[in-house]
Every structure is written in C-alpha cells, then in structure tokens.
C-alpha cells in the first residue's frame, strides 16, 4: 500500500517529488533493517526449534532390536501388515510398542506365550500384551520392563498359552509410558508380543492358568 501511494505523489510537484523520493528511500532502507531483523528472528527460531526437537528425539529413541529372538527364527516367518503394524506402535509416552514387526507363527510348532494380568478385570485375562518369557524376579522390574503401570494391573493372574498355527502377531520393543506426575517408563529393550485375539477365531490354545502368591526374598545390600 505504501509504494502506490509514494507513486501517486510523483504527478503532484517537483518538490513533492523530491520529498516522496526521500520518503521511499526511508521505507525501503526501514524495509531492508526489517527484514534482516526478522530473517534473523526466523534463523534463531528455527535453529532453536532443530535443537529441542533433536532433544526429543535423543531423550525417547527406541532402544533395543525387533528381530526374533534367536531361538525363534525357525518357527515365525516374517510378513507385512502395515494397518496390525500402526495399532501396536504407539506415541512417546503412551505405551505400546516402540518399533515392530508383523510375523506369523509356521505350522507343527508349539509356541508358549505368557501374559500377567488383573484379576478384578475378567476381561483383562485375554489381552493383546504377551511376553515370551514366563514372569521372574523383581515385580519392579517386570513392569519397568514391559511398561506396566500399577493403575493398568496388580499382576496378580497369569496365562500361558501357545500360539496357533498362521497366527499373526507383532514383535517389537517397548514404548516409553508415563503412568502419572511421579512416574515414567522410559522405552524399553525387552521384546514384546502384541496379539490381536478374536473370540470367534483366537490366535492362541491349550491355555492354562495360574494364581500370584507372595514371595519374599531378603535384600541384598
């Protein structure tokens, strides 16, 4: 708007002319300041934004690896399933998994899966988290490493079942899960199973299951 109406003063007067020459030189050279000062508020900005993002990135980096574990590269056969693959992955912060991959269980192979859950929940029994190894050690640990926040389950239940033949699942390593103000899983190395079980057709059989008891060990200092 300024440049059409310094141009409409050029039709007036010599001495019009002379100031609006003055004026538009005051403009652009007020412009030009501005610009850089912006282009550098800009750079500032970006540079900034580059550095907490690369902070992010850093601080929730997946850790650990997807691939099967070495005892199980004979029974599964990797596959494709970019929608199963998404519903397992999930966001920083929010449970799930970390990084995956969808593989299907072969034919003529017994596949024991484990999963602790909550027994106030008969739902819960069921659920699409599954662990290759049967629960040990610290109860501490078991939720550190899978995520488990005390809210989600008392882990006082716990299944085996093995898994059907074409079976598919996804394997992968944990997502960081912030539980409440006090208290964040960060992303873990342990491996993880995420099945899909319908009713009508489930991925797993021949279930069997067991009761919590208390165990106390003394502690080592």
Not at 62 to 82: A, I, R, S
Not at 170 to 188: E, F, N, P, R, W
């Amino acid at each position: 708007m300024k440049t059409f109406r310094i141009q409409s003063y050029f039709k007036r007067s010599d001495h019009n002319h002379k100031k609006s020459k003055s004026l538009a030189s005051h403009v652009i050279t007020t412009s030009r300041k501005t610009t850089k000062t912006i282009s550098l508020t800009l750079l500032v900005v970006s540079v900034y934004g580059c550095t907490v993002s690369s902070i992010k990135e850093t601080h929730h980096q997946c850790t650990g690896t997807n691939d099967l574990p070495t005892e199980y590269t004979e029974v599964f056969e990797e596959t494709v399933d970019e929608s199963l693959l998404s519903r397992a992955v999930g966001d920083v912060n929010k449970g799930g998994l970390c990084q995956g991959k969808v593989y299907v269980a072969k034919n003529n192979v017994t596949i024991p899966v484990y999963r602790a859950w909550n027994s106030a929940d008969p739902s819960s029994r069921l659920g699409k988290w599954w662990a290759f190894n049967l629960p040990d050690g610290k109860i501490a640990q078991y939720r550190n490493d899978y995520e488990i926040c005390h809210e989600f389950s008392p882990l006082d239940k716990l299944i085996r079942c093995n898994l059907k033949a074409n079976a598919k699942i996804v394997i992968g390593t944990g997502q960081s899960m912030k539980c409440d103000s006090h208290l964040t899983y960060h992303a873990s190395a342990v491996r993880q199973i995420y099945i899909e079980i319908d009713e009508k057709s489930p991925a797993v059989t021949d279930c069997k299951e067991y009761d919590g008891q208390f165990s106390w060990k003394p502690r080592a200092d």
